[in-house]
C-alpha cells in the first residue's frame, strides 16, 4: 500500500503524533482517501523513485470543457487507480466535471479487503 508502513497508515500530511512522539497514524478510511488523493494530485515525474506515478488530472484543470475532455480525464483517472491502487480498491465510476478553472472528481470504488462500497469527492481550483 502507499505510504504505509507494516500494518499502521501513515497520515497524511506526514505529521509527528504528540502523545507518542513517532509517526501519526491515520483511520484506514481516511488513509484510503489519501492515497486517492496522492494517485489524483501527483504528476508524472514528481516522484523521483515511480516517475509513472500518477494520474495527469491537474494538467486538465485548464482544459476547454466539453464532453471529449471529461471523458479522457475519467478514462486517466480509472486507469491510474487500477494501476496504483488495483489491489486495495475496485473502481467504479469515475465522474469528472470542470466548470471554469474548478475539476470536481467523483469517484466510486469498493475496499477489497472488506467489500464496503465508498465515494471520494475532490475538487481543486487553479
Do not use: C, K
Not at 109 to 116: A, K, P, Q
Amino acid at each position: 500500500m502507499i505510504g504505509s508502513v507494516g500494518t499502521a497508515p501513515i497520515a497524511s500530511p506526514y505529521t509527528i503524533d504528540p502523545g507518542r512522539g513517532s509517526t501519526a497514524e491515520a483511520a484506514p478510511d481516511a488513509h484510503l482517501q489519501d492515497m486517492i488523493g496522492m494517485v489524483l494530485f501527483t504528476a508524472a515525474g514528481q516522484r523521483v523513485m515511480r516517475p509513472t506515478f500518477g494520474s495527469g488530472a491537474l494538467g486538465l484543470v485548464f482544459a476547454a470543457a466539453d464532453e471529449s475532455v471529461a471523458a479522457t480525464t475519467q478514462f486517466l483517472i480509472a486507469g491510474a487507480l487500477q494501476n496504483w491502487l488495483g489491489d486495495v480498491i475496485l473502481v467504479g465510476e469515475v465522474t469528472v466535471s470542470s466548470q471554469d478553472s474548478t475539476l470536481a472528481i467523483l469517484i466510486s470504488y469498493t475496499v477489497r479487503s472488506t467489500g464496503t462500497s465508498a465515494s471520494a469527492a475532490f475538487t481543486v481550483s487553479q
